[in-house]
Nanobody
Framework: QVQLVESRGGLVQAGGSLRLSCALS????????MGWFRQAPGKERQFVAT????????YYANSVKGRFTISRDNAKNTVYLQMNSLKPEDTAVYYC????????????????????WGQGTQVTVSS
């Protein structure tokens, strides 16, 4: 059984930074493409960033490109989301997700492509 455990989010001022982490247990981490999504109140869950099994391929939503960086450490079974230059519109519950795939460079951008989800962590950016 795959479990994803996210780090605590937090409250940060606009322009600040925050790093989220997500640890996978129960299966071989390197077998999964990983992704980050977020959901603001009253809105659908939306894609933020994804990283392939090898870490060589990444893809970002336009809204976060240039500000957020996704990375992974396969030795630590952990994926990270470094968030810089945060804006109030980044306020949401952030979820990490894992997609099992045989394609080493697969990057998933759609909720339905992912098999497992973390519990979510709140990130609040004040203006």
């Amino acid at each position: 059984q795959v479990q994803l455990v996210e780090s605590r989010g937090g409250l940060v001022q606009a322009g600040g930074s925050l790093r989220l982490s997500c640890a996978l247990s129960g299966r071989t981490f390197s077998s999964y493409t990983m992704g980050w999504f977020r959901q603001a109140p009253g809105k659908e869950r939306q894609f933020v960033a994804t990283i392939s099994r090898t870490g060589l391929s990444t893809y970002y939503a336009n809204s976060v490109k240039g500000r957020f960086t996704i990375s992974r450490d396969n030795a630590k079974n952990t994926v990270y989301l470094q968030m810089n230059s945060l804006k109030p519109e980044d306020t949401a519950v952030y979820y990490c997700a894992a997609a099992r795939t045989g394609n080493f460079e697969y990057t998933g951008k759609v909720v339905g492509e992912y098999d497992y989800w973390g519990q979510g962590t709140q990130v609040t950016v004040s203006s």
